[in-house]
């Protein structure tokens, strides 16, 4: 099933997910697709085709009962579990992610603390976790049992890191780093550059 949804159906999931929680919020208990298309600036026919890819979850004249789709799609992205994170960098962004209260209302936590200056290792963050060496990466992260990494380093040593993540056992990287990495295909990489995106902007003012 995974094979055979399209990564940008999956990635609509989540804009999914977050529009069911606002109207929750509001004390609705019923949507339609042309509701959360009209919200998403999303075709009531694409919202219905994605979610066909998984069965069906709501009738025709009907709609769609909030908590029961919400419970869905929690299912399908693998969200009725806590995730732990190991977090490898902690300057200003990664200072900024560990005080960051969305990972853990959404069921993320980060687990572990990496940086390689030695004024931060063996000191303790905000939230009381110790901050380790780089060279603890492997041990830290195959006895937390943790899948999911975010790397907030400089371009230059990050895909080294990635490696070295990836060999101990990581299969879903959150890259801030400026750079492209090259890891084998079974391993999930989503890279957020603040400046790239800025650029795309760029060109429409």
């Known amino acids: 099933m995974q094979e055979s949804v399209p990564g940008?159906?999956?990635?609509?999931?989540?804009?999914?997910?977050?529009?069911l929680a606002i109207l929750e919020q509001e004390g609705r208990e019923v949507t339609s697709s042309?509701?959360?298309?009209?919200?998403?600036?999303?075709?009531?026919?694409?919202?219905?085709k994605d979610l066909s890819h998984f069965?069906?979850?709501g009738k025709?004249?009907?709609?769609?009962?909030?908590?029961?789709?919400?419970?869905?799609?929690?299912?399908?992205?693998?969200l009725n579990q806590n995730w732990p994170i190991a977090l490898i960098?902690?300057?200003?962004?990664?200072?900024?992610?560990?005080?960051?209260?969305?990972?853990?209302q959404k069921g993320?936590?980060?687990?572990?603390?990496?940086d390689?200056?030695?004024?931060?290792?063996?000191?303790s963050t905000i939230n009381g976790m110790i901050i380790q060496h780089p060279s603890e990466l492997a041990e830290t992260i195959r006895r937390e049992g943790v899948k999911?990494?975010?790397?907030?380093?400089?371009?230059?040593?990050?895909?080294?890191?990635?490696?070295?993540?990836?060999?101990?056992?990581?299969?879903?990287?959150?890259?801030?780093?400026?750079i492209t990495l090259s890891l084998p295909p079974d391993v999930q990489v989503q890279n957020i550059d603040p400046v790239v995106h800025l650029q795309q902007m760029t060109y429409y003012l």
Do not use: C, M, W
């Open 116 to 123: 390689n200056d030695p004024e931060k290792v063996g000191k």
């Open 60 to 78: 025709q004249g009907t709609g769609y009962r909030i908590s029961f789709l919400q419970g869905k799609l929690k299912e399908i992205l693998h």
């Open 148 to 178: 999911i990494a975010i790397l907030a380093v400089p371009a230059g040593v990050a895909q080294k890191l990635a490696e070295t993540l990836v060999k101990a056992g990581i299969r879903a990287l959150l890259n801030y780093a400026p």
């Open 8 to 19: 940008i159906v999956i990635g609509r999931l989540p804009i999914y997910l977050r529009a």
């Open 34 to 48: 042309q509701e959360l298309g009209k919200r998403l600036g999303i075709s009531s026919a694409q919202i219905r």
């Open 89 to 104: 960098g902690f300057g200003d962004l990664g200072h900024a992610l560990v005080q960051y209260n969305g990972f853990p």
């Open 108 to 114: 993320f936590y980060i687990q572990a603390v990496f």
């Open 55 to 57: 069965g069906e979850f």
